[in-house]
Nanobody, 116 residues
Framework: QVELAESGGGLVQPGGSLRLSCAAS????????MAWYRQAPGNKRESVAV???????TYADSVKGRFTISRDNAKNTVYLQMNSLKPEDTAVYSC??????????WGKGTLVTVSS
């Protein structure tokens, strides 16, 4: 059984930084492509950052230049470094990973609150 677990969320002041982690556990699960999504109250879930299997990354326009997605294959973990945070970045952030067969898995999410 594969599980994805996010961590690193919390309360941060505007202009601050956070690093989210998403660790995969389960027999023989290896991230191929992975992505971070977020959902703010009253809003639809949106894709924030995607890293394809070959390493190509794409970002939502609203986070370009501020957020960076990365991975540690040895730890089977994906990260989202978030800098220059704004109140509008407040949301529940969830990771999504795909295995070699194309099956996807979701974590339960971690809350990020940007407020003074």
């Amino acid at each position: 059984q594969v599980e994805l677990a996010e961590s690193g969320g919390g309360l941060v002041q505007p202009g601050g930084s956070l690093r989210l982690s998403c660790a995969a556990s389960g027999s023989r699960f290896i991230f191929y492509s992975m992505a971070w999504y977020r959902q703010a109250p009253g809003n639809k879930r949106e894709s924030v950052a995607v890293m394809a299997n070959g390493g190509t990354t794409t970002y939502a326009d609203s986070v370009k230049g501020r957020f960076t997605i990365s991975r540690d294959n040895a730890k089977n973990t994906v990260y989202l470094q978030m800098n220059s945070l704004k109140p509008e970045d407040t949301a529940v952030y969830s990771c999504r990973g795909w295995d070699a067969s194309g099956m996807d898995y979701w974590g339960k999410g971690t809350l990020v609150t940007v407020s003074s």
